[in-house]
């Protein structure tokens, strides 16, 4: 199997292809179509050639252009836990008044019993398995293939296990890690290798000493304002001259933690970096 990952927005996509068919992990916030198709474009994947949508869960940022995807041709496939919901982002995008939204479909629809995912993935030519993995969110779900990746959205991620034990966060770890997985792929975050060392803690570009308190305190609240206008990775380090790993960090906490403000995501990079 073959694994293409997309950047084009704040929200890390993939595309699982094998000789059978290719399943797309995820999409981007509406408005991101344009980009999702360069970044097709420039991974040489043509966008009717996809076979399915597997979403890990219905917010914003992870649904968003499902549906203009489907037009051309993939389904999306949706296990029964998901199903009710298929909607739940609908009301986001009519409130922000966002045209470019399209709500998904009943004939786009692809649902299925979680306990039959395996034949579903193996239809596609995709060796592998989904599971319930609430925490973030109670329609969450994971990718687990059988070669050890695994695609967990916005599930927290490992460095903050202990942080979450005898959660639903920590229960869905578990299950996850009862795989023994050797790669994770995470929405918001980068990859990460289980088999080598944890990444060092990220550090600001051009700087010779370490950052004051106050002036980390601004920098993330300048990026959380920009993620909050949609702006990209590139954008957010072009106007902040940030390390793209901190950016992807704050990027990653900021929309992974519901109601989190600049202190608790200063504190969970601090306890990555340990």
Not at 28 to 45: D, K, T, V, Y
Request: glycine fraction near 8%; hydrophobic fraction near 35%.
């Amino acid at each position: 199997m073959k694994i293409t990952e997309l950047r084009y927005s704040n929200t890390n996509t993939y595309v699982i292809e094998s000789e059978q068919g290719k399943i797309l992990f995820d999409t981007g916030w509406a408005g991101s179509f344009p980009a999702f198709c360069h970044a097709m474009g420039e991974a040489g994947i043509s966008v009717p050639s996809l076979s399915a949508i597997l979403l890990s869960h219905f917010h914003p940022d992870h649904m968003g252009i499902a549906q203009e995807i489907a037009d051309r041709g993939p389904v999306i496939l949706v296990p029964d836990v998901q199903l009710p919901f298929l909607h739940a982002s609908d009301s986001i995008f009519e409130k922000e008044k966002n045209a470019a939204f399209r709500p998904i479909t009943d004939e786009k629809v692809r649902s299925f019993p979680l306990t039959k995912s395996r034949e579903v993935l193996g239809s596609y030519g995709i060796d592998g398995v989904i599971l319930h993995t609430p925490g973030h969110s109670d329609d969450s779900i994971s990718l687990c293939l059988s070669d050890g990746s695994i695609f967990v959205g916005d599930l927290n991620p490992l460095y903050e296990l202990e942080l979450h034990r005898g959660t639903q966060i920590g229960e869905s770890w578990e299950r996850l890690l009862a795989l023994q997985p050797k790669t994770v792929y995470y929405g918001h975050a980068k990859t990460a290798v289980l088999s080598e060392p944890s990444a060092a803690k990220p550090v600001m570009e051009k700087e010779t000493t370490p950052p004051s308190d106050d002036d980390l305190y601004k920098l993330v609240s300048t990026i959380m304002k920009l993620i909050d206008r949609n702006c990209t990775l590139a954008k957010i380090q072009k106007k902040t001259g940030a390390d793209a790993g901190f950016i992807e960090d704050v990027t990653r906490m900021y929309l992974t933690h519901r109601n989190i403000g600049v202190r608790g995501i200063l504190d969970r990079i601090e306890i990555k970096g340990r």
